[in-house]
Each structure stands twice: as C-alpha cells, then as structure tokens.
C-alpha cells in the first residue's frame, strides 16, 4: 500500500508452504492487504480442485503460477498479485501484448512482460497463457489485460522487487 501498489482489497499474495509439499498459502477473498493478520489468510491442498473457504476468486491461478514457479526454484515460491495504475492502464491498449523497459535497470531486472487477455469462459486456456507468458518473460512479471499482474519470486521480497519494478515510475515507459 505504501508503494502504492495496492489499494484497499485488490490484489492478494500466496506462497508455498514451507514446511508442507503442495500446501498453498494464500489471502482470502476482499482481504485489506495493508491490515493483515492471521485471520487474513487461508491454506489449502494445491491440485485438489476444491478452494478452501474464503479463499480468493484468484486461487486457481495462484497455484498455477506457484506451481510454475517452484519448477524453477526447485522448492520454494511466492507470487503477489496487484492492481498497480500504471501498468493496468497501459495494459488496456488493445493491440499491445508485449511490453520491454527501456530503463537500463528495468530491461536487466524484467526483460519482456508478456500481456494476456483474461478469458473468463475459458479458464483452463488462460491458466496456459497465463504460465506460457510467465516462462517467455523470464519468469518475473506477466500482466492481465486491464486487471494487473502477477509478480512472482522465491520468496515475498523477490515478488515484491519485481513488482515494484514493474509499477516503478521510470519503468512504466515501456517500448511496445
């Protein structure tokens, strides 16, 4: 929130369990990320198909994403999902589906961000672009047409660099 990389109850963070193989951590739905405590988060058994109570509308693709992630890592990983302005709005243009930094910094820490378009009646299809464009980016960023993004690390600190580097406003002046 202070990054301004949230507001309110948008967006959401999940990670793997440490402790616990195909346990998923994850906030619950509408939570207010700036004001978490325990009673903010649910845990539930990756690939069950059953999202445990309370859990965010995004919980599908969280495992997904996770999953995608920890192939790379070998073990651990964490994703946060956030609706940041900047990199929503530029998401919105119609006929861009891939965006590069032309910061030094932003090309060498992000590289190519691959935008995908949400596809509410085929999820199983999104969940597939969604990872294909994660692996074709480098595995640090992919943005939902006009619905944010999800950055993804090892762990938070990771995620939340790639994040704030995607929203960061020298970076958001991405070549198309």
């Excluded at 299809?125 to 939902?144: C, D, K, P, S, Y």
């Amino acid at each position: 929130d202070r990054d301004h990389l949230v507001r309110g109850n948008l967006g959401g963070l999940a990670m793997l369990h440490p402790g616990q193989p195909g346990v998923m951590i994850a906030t619950k739905h509408m939570v207010m990320l700036a004001s978490m405590d325990e009673r903010s988060i649910c845990i539930g058994q990756m690939g069950s198909g059953v999202a445990p109570r309370g859990a965010t509308s995004d919980w599908r693709s969280f495992e997904v994403v996770l999953a995608t992630v920890s192939m790379v890592t070998g073990g651990p990983a964490a994703a946060i999902r956030v609706h940041a302005p900047y990199t929503t709005a530029l998401s919105c243009e119609q006929d861009l589906v891939l965006v590069q930094p032309i910061d030094v910094v932003g090309k060498q820490n992000l590289g190519k961000i691959i935008i995908v378009e949400p596809d509410e009646e085929n999820p199983d299809e999104f969940l597939r672009q969604l990872v294909e464009a994660l692996q074709q980016g480098g595995m640090r960023t992919v943005v939902i047409r006009g619905h944010g993004a999800f950055a993804v690390g090892a762990d938070f600190n990771q995620a939340w660099a790639n994040a704030a580097m995607l929203e960061d406003r020298k970076s958001t002046r991405l070549n198309s």
